[in-house]
């Protein structure tokens, strides 16, 4: 159903942007509504309606009005980057069933034509058996397709040595380290410091992000390598957002704050009230109906409910 990108969505996916990125041109007027109006951000796309991280799932992001999306990424044993967020692919694939003398099924043993096979969806229901492990030029394509952003993870960078240089290179060939997608379409992160290090030092106009909440006195090391500090919501207090937003990042811009997971609507209200900048979350229509829906939006199908953009 969602298997290819629909006409018209970047036209979608950019309006709302308008609507809900703080700092764009066409957004709020100033910084105390942009506070008001974090944007919201489709961890791993719209993950509570559609299996994790595959195209299905940020082709639905798209049609439910979100211009951001979150993704993960890891290597395979020859090489080739696929979106994918656990370490295993055990949770989110049928891989015990084909191949099932291999455990424990890590995605670095595993070839990329090999981990193409694999059936990505039916984990979430029959209906998404045809979803995928996409690689990442896949998915690159297909978020650019949709005129959406991506906030891209390096995911467990210690496993894949000179994995940063690889993504880099994945980026520059599918068109995504232009003036365009580093200025405005792209943010990478990482749990490791060391990683996002050499992603800024390889190419210090990307725009980076820290995973984790450090602490205050570490915050001016972590403003020398990053633009954002992106933790847990459990960790949260207005007071932590304000010291970190009181720094200036790499770029001589305010440091900014994009949290984690936040699903319910009452976790959405405090952690805007906080003044954090952006909201991650797999309820993306629940976080944007707890900041104010727009008015006139349309329901979208979703695997026989109706879920309101």
Request: glycine share 8%.
């Amino acid at each position: 159903m969602f298997a290819r990108p629909v006409a018209a969505l970047a036209t979608t996916a950019l309006g709302f942007s308008a609507l809900f990125l703080p700092g764009s041109a066409a957004g709020t007027e100033d910084a105390t509504a942009r506070h008001r109006d974090p944007v919201v951000i489709a961890h791993r796309g719209a993950s509570a309606y559609a299996p994790e991280n595959t195209l299905a799932a940020i082709d639905l992001a798209a049609r439910m009005g979100f211009a951001w999306v979150e993704n993960d990424v890891q290597r395979t044993r020859d090489g080739e980057l696929v979106v994918v967020h656990d370490d295993s692919l055990a949770r989110t694939t049928d891989v015990e069933e084909r191949f099932p003398g291999r455990a424990p099924w890590k995605v670095k043993d595993f070839t990329a034509a090999e981990i193409a096979t694999l059936d990505a969806g039916s984990w979430r229901g029959p209906e998404w058996a045809w979803a995928r492990v996409p690689t990442l030029k896949e998915y690159l394509n297909r978020v650019d397709a949709n005129g959406q952003k991506l906030l891209l993870e390096i995911k467990k960078p210690v496993l894949y040595p000179g994995i940063e240089q690889d993504t880099l290179r994945v980026l520059g060939e599918e068109g995504w380290l232009d003036r365009a997608h580093v200025g405005h379409r792209l943010v990478v992160q990482s749990f490791g410091a060391d990683s996002i290090k050499a992603v800024h030092a390889l190419r210090p106009d990307i725009t980076t992000g820290f995973l984790g909440t450090p602490a205050v006195a570490d915050l001016p090391a972590f403003a020398a390598f990053t633009d954002q500090i992106n933790p847990s919501h459990t960790s949260l207090s207005a007071e932590y957002v304000a010291a970190v937003h009181a720094l200036k990042g790499p770029h001589g811009r305010p440091l900014r704050m994009n949290t984690w997971t936040v699903d319910d609507a009452e976790g959405a209200v405090r952690v805007a009230g906080f003044g954090v900048d952006g909201i991650i979350t797999n309820n993306p229509d629940v976080v944007r109906d707890a900041m104010g829906r727009a008015p006139g939006a349309a329901g979208v199908s979703v695997a026989g409910r109706t879920v309101v953009p």
